[in-house]
C-alpha cells in the first residue's frame, strides 16, 4: 500500500497546486474584467485552468541560455 499511497498523494499535490494556481486568474477575471467590459461572462475554475495553461504555452520563454 506504500506506493499507492505515495501515488495518490502526488496525485492530490497536483490537483491542489491546479487549484491554487487557477484561482487567482479567476478572481482577477470574475472581480474586475466582468464589472469592467460588457459582454463578458463569469468563468469556472477548469476555464481558468485552460487560461493559465494557454497562456504558458503561448509565453513561455523558448530560447535557451548558454551559460
Known amino acids: 500500500m506504500g506506493k499507492l499511497g505515495e501515488f495518490l498523494g502526488v496525485i492530490a499535490m497536483i490537483i491542489l497546486i491546479t487549484i491554487l494556481m487557477a484561482l487567482p486568474t479567476q478572481l482577477l477575471w470574475n472581480g474586475c474584467l466582468v464589472r469592467a467590459i460588457d459582454g463578458l461572462n463569469p ?12 497562456c504558458h504555452i503561448l509565453f513561455k520563454n523558448s530560447t535557451k541560455s548558454k551559460d
Not at 43 to 54: A, R, S, Y
Open 43 to 54: 468563468i469556472g475554475l477548469w476555464q481558468t485552468f485552460g487560461i493559465n495553461v494557454l
